[in-house]
Nanobody, 125 residues
C-alpha cells in the first residue's frame, strides 16, 4: 500500500505561483514513478506532469510545459509541482499518483496504482 497526501493548493491571482507538495508513505519511495493530474469541474482527469523513479526524467503536458516544474526528493519521500504564470484554465483539483509498474504510459490515469485525495487550485482573474 502507498498513501499519498497533497498540500499547497489555494487561491491565487492570474500570473501567480503555487507549489504543490505530495507526501508518500508505505513503500520505498524510489520504487515508483510519480505523476500529477488535475480535474476541472465537468471535465475528465488529465495528465499534468510525471517524474521517473530517480528523478532523472520528467514529462509534461503541452499546456504546462513552460510554466510547471515537477521534482522529487527521494530522501524525504516527497514530490513537488512548482506552478508559475498560472492561468484561469489551470483551476482544478490536483492529484498526485504513484505508478508501481514499468510501462511507458506515464500520462495515462489507469497506469497509476495509488492516488491522493487532491488539493484545490483556483486561479482568479
Amino acid at each position: 500500500q502507498v498513501q499519498l497526501v497533497e498540500s499547497g493548493g489555494g487561491l491565487v491571482q492570474v500570473g501567480g505561483s503555487l507549489r504543490l507538495s505530495c507526501a508518500a508513505s508505505g513503500r520505498p519511495f524510489s520504487s515508483y514513478t510519480m505523476g500529477w493530474f488535475r480535474q476541472a469541474p465537468g471535465k475528465e482527469r488529465e495528465f499534468v506532469a510525471a517524474i521517473s523513479r530517480s528523478g532523472g526524467n520528467t514529462y509534461y503536458a503541452d499546456s504546462v510545459k513552460t510554466r510547471f516544474t515537477i521534482a522529487r526528493d527521494n530522501a524525504k519521500n516527497m514530490v513537488y509541482l512548482q506552478m508559475n504564470s498560472l492561468k484561469p484554465e489551470d483551476t482544478a483539483v490536483y492529484y498526485c499518483a504513484a505508478d508501481l509498474g514499468y510501462g511507458s504510459g506515464y500520462q495515462l490515469t489507469y497506469e497509476y496504482d495509488y492516488w491522493g485525495q487532491g488539493t484545490q487550485v483556483t486561479v482568479s482573474s
